[in-house]
T-cell receptor
């Protein structure tokens, strides 16, 4: 069974600082997703990483994927308060029936303080 | 707005009751996924339908069932409800099943409270 582990689970940081969230997964997969969730809200797709070495950037967030290490990172540059949210990584798992499902990590709750 | 519509947004019901959650996928999406989000279990995959057929099952209890109709909307039926079923239930849709890039778009969720 595929396991997805994120760390840290809670992250409190100051505005202007940099930090990285890590996502490790237990079995081979070439596709990894990052989502953002605001309290009580839906999940917003941030990045879709499709291959080893993939790197994507949007504003102050940059995501990368190393399929050999089974590791993805979400790097936050010069954090601002608006980035406060819970961030989930999810890994694509193919089932026996040939379909797929997303297996999510527990999420990283990020709080950016002034 | 992801284009995925879920109703109702909130539901409060008593233990032992049965409820139905509804999901309309994005236009053109054939796959519908149901997820349960609770504080202790996190986001758990329940079930997936593709073009009306069940394609994958996750941690779905026997008291729960789902279906996808010819117009591609889906319903999740929860019966004999227990306090522990209180959670946020998300529906997501994607264009593909088992091929291509299954980027899933999530609805706003239905918050179920069992009292």
């Amino acid at each position: 069974e595929l396991k997805v582990e994120q760390n840290p689970l809670f992250l409190s940081m100051q505005e202007g600082k940099n930090y990285t969230i890590y996502c490790n997964y237990s079995t081979t997969s070439d596709r990894l997703y990052w989502y953002r969730q605001d309290p009580g809200k839906s999940l917003e797709s941030l990045f879709v990483l499709l291959s080893n070495g993939a790197v994507k950037q949007e504003g102050r967030l940059m995501a990368s994927l190393d399929t050999k290490a089974r590791l993805s990172t979400l790097h936050i540059t010069a954090a601002v308060h608006d980035l406060s949210a819970t961030y989930f990584c999810a890994v694509d798992m193919f089932t026996q029936g040939g379909s797929e499902k997303l297996v999510f990590g527990k999420g990283t709750k990020l709080t950016v303080n002034p | 707005d992801s284009g995925v519509t879920q109703t109702p947004k909130h539901l409060i019901t008593a233990t032992g009751q049965r409820v139905t959650l509804r999901c309309s996928p994005r236009s053109g999406d054939l796959s519908v996924y149901w997820y349960q989000q609770s504080l202790d279990q996190g986001l758990q995959f329940l079930i997936q339908y593709y073009n009306g057929e069940e394609r994958a099952k996750g941690n779905i209890l026997e008291r729960f069932s789902a279906q996808q109709f010819p117009d591609l909307h889906s319903e999740l039926n929860l019966s004999s409800l227990e306090l522990g079923d209180s959670a946020l239930y998300f529906c997501a849709s994607s264009e593909f099943a088992g091929q291509g890039v299954p980027e899933a778009f999530f609805g706003q969720g239905t918050r179920l409270t069992v009292v």
